[in-house]
């Protein structure tokens, strides 16, 4: 192998620059050249290919975002659009692509291995709805953002004394809600893998108010629905005033943390050695904190959970 390229697809994450450095520099380090693919799929139907030299991927290891961009591609859903690629890459006479972006950029790559060519996944969400993997690459840092906007709503909450429900994003899953809950000592946290009671939440409220508690924090997953209507609510129901922020994209920016740091440098030395090792239809995956490859085929027939156990602690500290 001589040649290999990288891409990144989806929704964006902070962390994917420092997977996107670590795939050239190792690729670099094995001998290989390494292409980078601009706007995921699209590129590569296109044949926007560089080649990336080892300076090309400095000063980027803290920046958010990706430099290669991202986008979604309806083409590449197509037998057509992907043989497309298919003859780009062969162009090119690139021999292996490393695909870094969520679960539907890795059912495209799992295409693309079917259809012959070699492909390996490098998850990279913030939402950590990967199943397979206990962390994707951005999930870390998305909490530390929702962390950080909470403590500065704590702080007005506390000297108005309200109650504040606080939307974050997920789609379907509820990690970065529990994480954040967790972190942030909430009253409540509604996540789409748990039922929840509108009485229960506003018993919470209510022996927190007893025990003088001068703010209440309820966050709320966007799986579970809306912030607004949950914090309309309990405003029905308690009569207190209820704000309700809804965090949005800012949760998608910024600068990686240590940890996403790390994981992506990792998981982007694992996903070149995979390639030279042979492997064609792998994700990286870190288990137990060891960094593995996993078949995509094994990693999409599980369901992704978020860890329960939290949820379970969360009631407990919340008493
Ligand atoms: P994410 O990777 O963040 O989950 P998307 O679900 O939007 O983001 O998928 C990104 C891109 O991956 C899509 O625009 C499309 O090009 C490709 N893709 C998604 N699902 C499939 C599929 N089932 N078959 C082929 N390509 C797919």
Sequence with gaps: MKRIAVLTSGGDAPGMN???????????????????????????????????????VGDIIHRGGTILHSARCEEFRTEE???????????????????????????????LSASGFPAIGIPGTIDNDIPGTDFTIGFDTAVNTVIECIDR????A????????VEVMGRDAGDIALWA???????????PEAPYELSEIIERLERSRHRDKKHSIIIVAEGVGSGVEIGEQ?????????????????????????????LASRMGVKAVELLLAGERDKMVAIKDNEVIGIDFDEAFSQKHQPNLALYDLAKILSI
């Excluded at 659009?81 to 799992?110: M, P, Y």
């Excluded at 506390?158 to 429900?165: C, D, F, G, I, Q």
């Excluded at 207190?240 to 943390?257: A, D, F």
Aim: aromatic content about 8%; cysteine-free; proline content about 1%.
């Design 81 to 111: 659009g992907r043989q497309k690629a298919i003859q780009q890459l062969h162009k090119f006479q690139i021999e292996g692509l490393v695909v870094i972006g969520g679960d539907g950029s890795f059912r495209g790559a799992k295409k």
């Design 181 to 191: 809950g967790v972190a942030e000592g909430a009253e409540s946290i509604l996540i």
């Design 153 to 156: 709503i704590r702080d007005t």
């Design 234 to 262: 309990i405003k029905q129901r308690t009569g207190w005033e209820t704000r309700v922020t809804v965090l949005g994209h800012i949760q998608r920016g910024g600068s990686p943390t240590a940890f996403d740091r790390v």
């Design 18 to 56: 420092a997977a996107v450095r670590a795939v050239v520099r190792s690729g670099h380090y094995h001998g290989l050249e390494v292409f980078g693919v601009y706007r995921g799929y699209n590129g590569l139907i296109q044949g926007d290919f560089k080649s990336l030299t080892l300076g090309s």
């Design 158 to 165: 506390s000297s108005h004394e309200r109650t504040y429900v």
